[in-house]
Each structure stands twice: as structure tokens, then as C-alpha cells.
């Protein structure tokens, strides 16, 4: 029972101590923990490492891509934004320049017209005048010519009957109006 | 040896460890060394196969190796001694923590069934690689005076306190520590195996050899101990191995911690 307690007073012809140990077993041990933290260091470990910094760049290579693209994309709304603002500010001022031009070329044709009008009235006054004065001056040499003609006429014949004498003004009506579309036909050619 | 006829009840004990060589005459060829070598072997063909054609998108084998790497590197390396410093030594550590975890686990694995770790002459090589890289680290960092230093004379000590603080603290952090790392590993894994053996070779004795009926049925109970117990030792010889991996890393990580 002692020697179980205390193992390492164990007789020589049992089992050694099981806290002394095998020199082929510390050997080994050594070599073979020598040997995993080789194998370790020179494969294992850079194989994953670089596996790992690889998959951090890729990571690291989309997200900047992403944020790239994102910036990319940023830009562009803003520059349509700025065009689209300049569009409209553009449209805007032609609509207003256009609003003022109509205005004006109105108001200018409403001028023009007036001025027109107002001269075309003017004109048409004055030929009126002019056509009047020389009907009243053609007019009086003519009644004076009818009037002396009638004048003869009716003192000339003499007036028998009321009959005859109808006649007689109708004779001259008749000339009357005859001479007029005359006169009126030599008026229109001058 | 047959049912009814008692005899006598051998307990085990050191005795059991002790296995013959496998060849005849090579004394040094046993079977820790053994499974120690196959451990080696399938841990170098795993990562090797894992980590050789290492992408950006990883497949079922890599992903797997990644993991079991990401864990030492992350979760022990990095967080024990700090991301300034830790890759240096995460081939180190993880290398430790595979050989030791397979070796543990080698326990459970059916005709294997041996801890590789309840040879002292394993745990003592670990514990010693272990105090000599993170006592160099320590003295490449700080030199000779400055590690000593460093590692016994804690900052907000009163000065009165230091023939205390000194002594205790070079025993605890230079002295100590080689020891507790080994004897720890090997004390589970050795107490582990012999608390089953137990089990399983007095379950096997009541059964068959006591020739009593009543005993025989507390040996099946005793079996079904055995079993349970088999399940809380792979759980600690996955736990030991944790242990000494970030102990390790710890004490590398304080060797090299900068004065606060």
C-alpha cells in the first residue's frame, strides 16, 4: 500500500516512478513538437495567412469598389440636378424674354396699325374732299346749263296741253339722266 | 480464470503504463512513442491538406483546418498575449495544442486507448519548451535585469515588501510553472486512464471472477460507470489541453507585457 502511495520509493523489480521519465520519450517529444512548430511556421500558418489577408483585400477591394461606384454614381445626380436646374432656369428666362418680346412686338403692331388706320383715314378724307369739291364744282356749271336749257325749252314750245307738257318734262329727264351716265362714265375715266 | 472460482484481485496501478516495447529488442519504440508519431502525422497531413491550397473562398477541408487554427490563433494566441506580438508565436501554440489534444483524445480512440501524457517524460518536454520560450522572449525583451525585474517585483508594492514579493514571486513565475504545467497534463491524464482502468478491470473482476451473483451485478453497474466516465475524460482531455495551450500563452503574453 506504501509503495502505491509513494511510487517513487518503489522497489527496482516493479514498475519505475511514473514521475521519472523515459529519456527516449523526452527525445521524442522534443523532436516532435520541434517538428509540428516547423511544419507550422513554414506551411500552415502563411498558407492561411495569406488566405486570410487575400480575403481581406477582396473585401476590403469590393467595398472600395462600391463606395467608388457609389461616389461615381453621386456625381452624376448632381451634375444632372445641376443641369436639369440650369435647364430650367434657362427656360424660365426664355419664356420671360419671350413674354416681353410678344408684349413689345404687340404693342409696336397695335402702333403700326394705328398709324395706319389713322392714315389711311386721313387719306380717304382728303379724297373725299377733294371728289366733293369737284362734283359741287361740276355740279353748278352743269344745273346752270340745265337750268338755261330747261328755260329755253319750256319758253321755246309752246305748251298746248297737259300732256305735251309731261312729255316734255320727261323728254328732258330722260336727257337729264342720259347726260349723267354720260358724265358719270367720262368722271370714272378720269 | 473461469466464473465461480475466486481469485485474487490485481488493482492497477504504474504497472499498467508500462507497456513493452512493440519491436522486440528497440527498447525506445513503445506505444506512447507511437501514437505520439501517428499524432504528428495526422496533424501535419490535416493542416498541410487544409491549409495547401488556402483561397479566398475556402473549401469544406480548408474551412475546417481554419477553424481549429482560427482557435488557437484567436482565441488563445491573440487574446493572452496581445495582436502587437502574437503571431510569432501562434505556430508554436497551435502546433502544442493539436499534439497535446490528439494525444489526450488518443485515450479515447478505440484500440489506441493510451494517453500519450501519463508518460511524465512528454508533459515535462512540453512544460520545458514552454518556460524557455517565454523566459527568452522575456530576457530578448527586456535583458537579463529587466525580466528578472520585470517578472518579481510587481509595480504598487511597497519597498519594505519586496524580500517577500521577490522570493515568492521568482518561485511562482520562474520556478513553479514548468512544474504545475507538466505535472497538471500529466497527473489528469494519468489519474484519468487509472481511475478507468479501475472501473473497467474491477467491473471485468466482479463479473467474471468473484463467483458471486449480487457482485457481479454491481461489476455491470461499475461497467456502466466506466462508460460515463470515459465521456468526462474525453471532455478533460480536450479541457487539459486548452489549459496548457493558453497558460502558455499567458505566461509568454505577461514575460512580455509592457510595464503598468
Known amino acids: ?190 | 480464470m473461469t466464473a465461480g472460482v475466486p481469485t485474487e484481485f490485481n488493482p492497477p496501478g504504474p504497472q499498467n503504463f508500462e507497456t513493452p516495447p512493440i519491436i522486440h529488442g528497440v527498447d525506445w519504440f513503445t506505444k506512447p512513442v507511437l501514437v505520439a508519431a501517428l499524432s504528428v502525422v495526422v496533424i501535419v497531413w490535416f493542416f498541410w491538406g487544409a491549409s495547401r491550397k488556402a483561397a479566398i473562398v475556402p473549401s469544406k477541408l480548408q474551412f475546417a483546418g481554419e477553424l481549429g487554427y482560427n482557435f488557437v490563433r484567436n482565441s488563445i494566441a491573440r487574446d493572452a498575449i496581445g495582436s502587437a506580438d502574437y503571431m510569432k508565436f501562434v505556430p508554436y501554440l497551435t502546433g502544442l495544442f493539436f499534439f497535446i489534444l490528439l494525444n489526450n483524445v488518443a485515450a479515447t480512440i478505440p484500440l489506441i486507448q493510451f494517453p500519450t501524457f501519463s508518460h511524465i517524460g512528454w508533459a515535462y518536454v512540453a512544460a520545458i519548451m514552454s518556460w524557455v520560450i517565454y523566459n527568452a522572449v522575456g530576457i530578448k525583451k527586456k535583458g537579463l535585469w529587466g525580466y528578472f525585474k520585470h517578472q518579481t517585483m510587481p509595480a504598487g508594492v511597497p519597498i519594505w515588501l519586496m524580500p517577500l514579493m521577490i522570493p515568492i514571486e521568482f518561485i511562482s513565475n520562474i520556478l513553479v510553472r514548468p512544474i504545475s504545467l507538466s505535472l497538471r497534463l500529466f497527473a489528469n491524464m494519468f489519474a484519468g486512464h487509472i481511475l478507468l482502468l479501475v472501473f473497467v478491470l474491477g467491473g471485468e473482476y466482479m463479473v467474471f471472477e468473484s463467483g458471486s451473483i449480487a457482485i457481479g451485478g454491481v461489476g455491470i453497474i461499475t461497467f456502466l460507470m466506466a462508460l460515463a466516465i470515459a465521456g468526462l475524460e474525453l471532455f478533460v482531455q480536450a479541457i487539459q489541453a486548452y489549459i496548457f495551450v493558453v497558460l502558455t500563452a499567458q505566461y509568454i503574453g505577461s514575460a512580455i507585457a509592457d510595464e503598468h
Open chain 1, 1 to 190: 500500500m506504501l509503495t502505491l502511495l509513494l511510487p517513487l520509493t518503489e522497489a527496482a523489480d516493479e514498475a519505475p516512478s511514473p514521475l521519472l521519465p523515459h529519456t527516449a520519450e523526452i527525445i521524442f517529444g522534443f523532436v516532435f513538437l520541434v517538428l509540428l512548430a516547423i511544419a507550422f511556421a513554414k506551411v500552415v500558418v502563411p498558407k492561411f495567412e495569406k488566405a486570410y489577408a487575400d480575403r481581406t483585400a477582396a473585401i476590403e477591394g469590393g467595398m472600395n469598389e462600391a463606395k467608388a461606384a457609389q461616389a461615381e454614381a453621386k456625381a452624376a445626380l448632381d451634375k444632372y440636378n445641376a443641369q436639369l436646374a440650369e435647364a430650367r432656369q434657362e427656360a424660365a428666362k426664355i419664356r420671360e424674354d419671350a413674354r416681353e418680346q410678344g408684349a413689345q412686338i404687340i404693342a409696336e403692331m397695335r402702333e403700326q396699325a394705328n398709324a395706319e388706320a389713322e392714315r389711311i383715314v386721313t387719306h380717304a378724307r382728303a379724297q373725299i374732299d377733294a371728289e366733293r369739291t369737284q362734283a359741287v364744282a361740276s355740279l353748278r356749271g352743269e344745273v346752270g346749263t340745265m337750268a338755261t336749257t330747261l328755260a329755253g325749252r319750256i319758253v321755246g314750245e309752246s305748251l298746248e296741253d297737259e300732256a305735251r307738257q309731261r312729255r316734255t318734262v320727261e323728254r328732258f329727264l330722260a336727257e337729264l339722266e342720259e347726260s349723267e351716265s354720260a358724265r358719270q362714265a367720262v368722271g370714272t375715266d378720269g
